[in-house]
């Protein structure tokens, strides 16, 4: 048996965003996840909004190996998976005055919270435009765009629970945003409030952004 293969800190995450196929079979996608969660990964699964996929997987778990055994479950289950992102939680380089509490909670999040069941994910990345790159900035002129980025952030704490993983090297942009709100209008919000930011207004670049509900799987499967 392969040996595990596991970040030196922090969780793997993959995100799937399928469709049922042809042979779709409910009771395998739910044995799937349950043995999934018995082997210590977490998963949430999404009814989903839109044309983009019907249902979604955010799966966690500190063994690469066990998400791909996840995502063949699902696959030989009749899921058939449209897109998909990967990426692995980190503490930013901008988290210097963080708690260690709340690191840790980066680093090893809990997730889906309880109360916040409208769901969101899209990527992003930092520009490299030639007047605007992110990358040729001094690090204390970051540090100052990130601080202001996440004051405003933080002004809807008890609204909105958000995961920022890395994803430099592993899918085509640097960071998956993954959200957790009370209501869907909270994810519209802080989206909206956030872009006026410099460090988003000028800098930052997005992907798809795919929108759902978190819904336990047993009844997620009956609405497809």
Not at 65 to 92: C, H
Not at 128 to 137: A, C, G, I, Q, S
Not at 205 to 217: L, Q, R, S, W
């Amino acid at each position: 048996m392969s040996e595990p293969l596991s970040p030196a800190t922090g969780m793997a995450v993959l995100h799937l965003f399928c469709h049922p196929a042809f042979d779709f079979d409910a009771e395998a996608v739910v044995a799937a996840v349950k043995h999934a969660q018995t082997t210590g990964v977490q998963v949430i699964s999404v009814s989903m909004l839109g044309h983009k996929c019907d249902l979604a997987f955010m799966a966690i778990a500190s063994d690469l190996r066990d998400l791909r055994k996840f995502q063949s479950a699902l696959q030989q289950a009749g899921v058939i998976v449209a897109d998909s992102y990967v990426s692995l939680t980190e503490v930013s380089e901008y988290s210097s005055h963080v708690p260690p509490e709340m690191l840790n909670a980066r680093l090893y999040p809990q997730l889906p919270p309880p109360d916040k069941l409208a769901w969101c994910f899209y990527p992003m990345s930092k520009r490299r435009d030639p007047e605007n790159n992110w990358f040729t900035l001094p690090f204390d002129k970051r540090n100052e765009m990130m601080m202001e980025h996440g004051k405003t952030g933080r002004t809807f704490a008890g609204r909105v629970t958000q995961l920022v993983t890395g994803s430099a090297g592993l899918d085509d942009y640097e960071w998956g945003v993954t959200l957790f709100a009370v209501h869907p209008d909270d994810l519209k919000e802080v989206v909206y409030t956030m872009r006026f930011d410099e460090a988003s207004a000028k800098y930052a670049d997005f992907g798809a952004f795919y929108v759902g509900m978190v819904t336990p799987i047993e009844e997620l499967v009956l609405s497809l």
